[in-house]
Each structure stands twice: as C-alpha cells, then as structure tokens.
C-alpha cells in the first residue's frame, strides 16, 4: 500500500511559477515509477507528466513540455512537479500516482492522491 498527499497548490496569475509536492508514505517508494495527472471541469483526468523509480527518466505531455518539470527526492519519499509560465488552461485539480509502470495510461497506476487545486487567472 502506497500512500499519497499532495500540496503546493494555489490561485496564482499567468505567467507565473508553482511547485508541487506529493509525499508518500512506504519504504518502497524507489520501486514506483510516479506519475502526475490534472483534471479540469468538465473533462477526463488527463496524463502530464511521469518519471521513473530512480528518476533518471521523465516523460510529458505535449501541453506542458518545456514548462513543467517532474522530479523526486527518494530520500523524502516525495516527487515534485515545477510548473512554470503557468497559463489559464493549466488550471485543474493535479493528482499524483503511483505505479508499477512508467506509463503514461491513467489505467496503470494503481495508487492515488487527493489531489491539489490549481487556478490560474489571466
């Protein structure tokens, strides 16, 4: 059992940057890969970024390549996501996951946060 609980979100304006974390409990936490996931009203839960067990790999999704960051410190048990140049349509509440897989398929990942509520005005 892997337990999630994010934090860092936030109303902040366009343009700016945010940072979120996600805390896990477990020590086998280095066995996951992690992943991020947002969901805005209206719309499905949709992929955003994915980093492997011991980090060295990351994937993203198109929307936010060059913008965001996902990274994990295994000595906290925790994985962050830097979002930076923040635009409306980033806003969504933002999960994060666990599993097995380095995937990007929401179906994989069988452990999940609460999730934590970004808005960004314009």
């Known amino acids: 059992q892997v337990q999630l609980v994010e934090s860092g979100g936030g109303l902040v304006q366009a343009g700016v940057s945010l940072r979120l974390s996600c805390a896990a409990s477990g020590s086998t936490f280095r066995t996951y890969a992690m992943g991020w996931f947002r969901q805005a009203p209206g719309k499905e839960r949709e992929f955003v970024a994915a980093?492997?067990?011991?980090?060295?790999?990351?994937y993203y999704a198109d929307s936010v390549k060059g913008r965001f960051t996902i990274s994990r410190d295994n000595a906290k048990n925790t994985v962050y996501l830097q979002m930076n140049s923040l635009k409306p349509e980033d806003t969504a509440v933002y999960y994060c996951?666990?599993?097995?897989?380095?995937?990007?398929?929401?179906?994989?990942?069988?452990?999940w946060g609460q999730g934590t509520q970004v808005s960004v005005s314009s």
């Open positions: 980093i492997t067990g011991s980090g060295a790999m990351t």
């Open positions: 996951a666990a599993s097995r897989y380095y995937t990007y398929s929401r179906e994989r990942y069988d452990y």
